[in-house]
């Protein structure tokens, strides 16, 4: 597919993306499983995050991906609302400070430091770190949401 600006632009799902590039494929897909799977981070917070940097950068793919997981991990409702409309949550403000592209201020890494170890303060700041980048290349190459997943309440604030 090419744009009418003549970019061209790679299949329209994640998978198709990295098939363009195996070596990076191989290198992220590694580093990937790592916060997928082997993450340190409360799954619920891992995915409350994720969600957090996918509304902040208007992520279809991203949200439409993650919601399901979110809920699965316990998520609620409610908490879904809280990352859309952008509520001054713990997760909220520490994924906002860090993808408005600064480190994390002092309060909220004294807070968050309350409950995380050093292990899951780094496994957080990879995460929304890694999903910013994630949420760029998606938007960036026209990533379409894969088939059978929705992008429900993405378009309303609540």
């Excluded at 061209?8 to 897909?29: D, Q």
């Excluded at 303060?121 to 059978?148: K, N, Q, R, S, W």
Aim: hydrophobic residues 40%.
């Amino acid at each position: 597919m090419t744009t009418p600006d003549g970019r061209k632009l790679p299949p329209s799902n994640a998978l198709g993306l990295f098939a363009h590039h195996p070596a990076l494929a191989k290198a992220f897909i590694r580093y990937n499983d790592h916060l997928l799977i082997g993450c340190s981070l409360p799954t619920r917070d891992k995915e409350l995050a994720i969600l957090r940097v996918a509304w902040r950068r208007r992520c279809r793919y991203e949200w439409a991906s993650h919601v399901r997981f979110a809920r699965k991990a316990g998520v609620t409702e409610e908490e879904i609302t809280e990352v859309r409309v952008g509520a001054r949550t713990l997760i909220n403000r520490a994924t906002d400070e860090l993808d408005g592209g600064r480190p994390l201020s002092d309060e909220t890494y004294a807070e968050l430091a309350k409950g995380y170890d050093e292990r899951q303060l780094l496994d957080f700041v990879f995460t929304v770190g890694t999903y910013g980048l994630l949420a760029l290349a998606f938007e960036t190459f026209g990533v379409e949401i894969d088939p059978g997943r929705t992008d429900e309440n993405f378009d309303s604030i609540n």
